[in-house]
């Protein structure tokens, strides 16, 4: 019996130090919430609804995040404040609200959220959609809107739209002929799909098997930049994209992507360059921007590859 009580006392005296750290760590869990609860409350912050611990509201977005902001937005009125995790999110669903925001206040949410796997996707945000509001962004926008978007540009590659106009129209008239089915949105995509490649890369990349892998790759990218990233929200569970995968599914599609990309910019600087101005694709534009420039920084490298790849994602991702 003695034996028995001396092993009881054995192990209470080992528990003891982990019941004092549980017992702590509980205490500044709550002591911080109250803090939190206290301070907000406090402040001016539009209606929100209430939300838990650590995850905020993301339990109240569900599998319909319209529906469901459509009915928290009809009890909150048409400005409410959601905690997406550690995020902030204001929601607005008043036209006049949206107006005020687009034009009187644009510069305060001019931003776009950060998120770390659109990041690493397109390379620290060198792009142009989703770079950060400041100087480099001002510069993409007036390399895309004077040099790669302009009217002058756009009607340089007619030519291109109506060759492969012309070959979808051949398709179809082939299949007709044969009585066979066709998948006239598969047709389309690929229309759109040849259309790009040849404007942004000089040649298409849908025949056999290295289009259907590209093809397989571009849409393991668009699938990737709108996946929910519970790091994004809840930094300190960011670990189980490991144990999930995601973060080797990123890190393989940016390997492939670069890869390719890498090769398009090496080819066109390999060969000589198009003089007449309606031969020159997206990447001839964009170096030859580069070698112009008076501290060769304005578009580096990693900037060309993130501009023809967003460019070229969200066609593809819109289909």
């Known amino acids: 019996m003695s034996n028995i009580l001396h092993v009881f006392e054995l192990k209470s005296v080992l528990l ?36 838990l611990p650590v995850i905020g509201n993301l339990h109240q977005i569900g599998s319909l995040p319209h529906r469901s902001l459509h009915s928290m937005a009809q009890r909150y009125g048409p400005i409410m404040l959601l905690s997406l995790g550690k995020v902030p999110t204001l929601v607005v669903s ?87 089915l066709i998948d006239l949105s598969e047709v389309i995509a690929s229309l759109t799909n040849d259309i790009v490649c040849r404007v942004a890369f000089g040649r298409k990349y849908s025949e056999g098997e290295c289009g259907k892998k590209f093809k397989k790759l571009l849409e ?66 964009l170096l030859e921007i580069q070698k112009d420039s008076k501290n060769g920084d304005s578009v580096g490298r990693d900037g060309i590859k993130a501009i023809i790849l967003k460019k070229r994602s969200r066609k593809s991702h819109f289909l």
Request: some cysteine; hydrophobic content about 40%; overall charge negative.
């Open 16 to 51: 003891h130090p982990w019941s004092a750290l549980a017992s702590l760590l509980l205490l500044i869990f709550v002591t911080k919430w109250c803090f939190f609860t206290y301070t907000t409350r406090n402040k001016h912050f539009p209606p929100s609804p209430s939300k």
């Open 94 to 180: 008043s036209a006049d609200v949206a107006r005020e925001i687009m034009k009187t206040h644009d510069i305060i949410f001019s931003n776009r959220p950060d998120s770390k796997i659109p990041r690493r996707l397109l390379y620290d945000y060198k792009d142009l959609s989703l770079a950060p509001y400041g100087e480099y962004w001002r510069q993409m926008r007036s390399i895309c809107m004077l040099q790669l978007l302009s009217m002058k540009r756009v009607q340089s590659f007619r030519v291109i739209r109506e060759e492969e106009t012309h070959l979808m129209l051949k398709k179809i008239e082939e299949s007709c002929e044969c009585s066979s």
């Open 220 to 285: 393991e990218f668009g699938e990737l930049l709108g996946v929910f990233n519970v790091g994004d929200f809840i930094p300190w569970l960011g670990w189980l994209n490991y144990v999930t995968g995601l973060k080797v599914r990123v890190e393989k599609v940016f390997r492939e992507f670069d890869d390719f990309l890498d090769g398009i910019v090496d080819e066109h600087m390999e060969k000589k360059v198009a003089t007449i101005e309606d031969q020159k694709d997206f990447v001839d534009v």
